[in-house]
T-cell receptor
Framework: ETGVTQSPTHLIKTRGQQVTLRCSSQ?????VSWYQQALGQGPQFIFQ???????GRGNFPPRFSGLQFPNYSSELNVNALELDDSALYLC????????????FGPGTRLTVT | AQSVTQPDIHITVSEGASLELRCNYS??????LFWYVQSPGQGLQLLLK??????LVQGIKGFEAEFKRSQSSFNLRKPSVHWSDAAEYFC????????????FGTGTRLKVLA
């Protein structure tokens, strides 16, 4: 059974650019959540996708958007990057939107210069 | 409001000493609680979880945690710390209404002295 994978591992972008991060969910899981972990902080919920539709959103601006594909993999897109977007972005998958347990990927480290 | 508080930002212990990391939560419904460990530059590794039943739960790497509903706490313990335990530890509660998501504490950084 393959766990949650994320790509790329590291990424460096310039302020104002756009970025796409990718996540493959664990086999059998149809729900993906994204979290942002700024340096020295705990992860914060960005949004969740269930069966290709957004199923809840945290306190993040609209320039943070996402997609989920029929195979339940997911993308996180961030437009107009700001320096404060520098963080570790974690993807987590779960069996369903009603499942209590989420399984985390290794994360993508985004640096905005 | 739903929240998780980890009162200790940094903790330093000597190798072989016992450890207790504090976690307090604020959540109206039955809490589903987790402890994760994160090494520098790495993702989150699940140490243990509490859903129901026995309030003392055992996890990996010799860790255990005790759920105390009356104190809204879920403290993590280890009887004898190893140098390899140096890392950041996060407590989290899973919300079970609306969107099921995790609310994390701000973490406790553990330093182990040889």
């Amino acid at each position: 059974e393959t766990g949650v994978t994320q790509s790329p591992t590291h990424l460096i972008k310039t302020r104002g650019q756009q970025v796409t991060l990718r996540c493959s969910s664990q086999s059998g899981h149809n729900t993906v959540s994204w979290y942002q972990q700024a340096l020295g902080q705990g992860p914060q919920f960005i949004f969740q996708y269930y069966r290709e539709e957004e199923n809840g959103r945290g306190n993040f601006p609209p320039r943070f958007s996402g997609l989920q594909f029929p195979n339940y993999s997911s993308e996180l897109n961030v437009n107009a990057l700001e320096l404060d977007d520098s963080a570790l972005y974690l993807c987590a998958s779960s069996l369903s939107k009603g499942a209590y347990e989420q399984y985390f990927g290794p994360g993508t480290r985004l640096t905005v210069t | 409001a739903q929240s998780v508080t980890q009162p200790d930002i940094h903790i330093t212990v000597s190798e072989g000493a016992s450890l207790e990391l504090r976690c307090n939560y604020s959540y109206g419904a039955t809490p589903y609680l987790f402890w994760y460990v994160q090494s520098p530059g790495q993702g989150l590794q699940l140490l243990l979880k509490y859903f129901s039943g026995d309030t003392l739960v055992q996890g990996i790497k010799g860790f255990e945690a005790e759920f105390k509903r009356s104190q809204s706490s879920f403290n993590l313990r280890k009887p004898s710390v190893h140098w390899s335990d140096a890392a950041e530890y996060f407590c989290a509660v899973a919300t079970t209404s609306g969107t099921y998501k995790y609310i994390f504490g701000t973490g406790t950084r553990l330093k182990v002295l040889a």
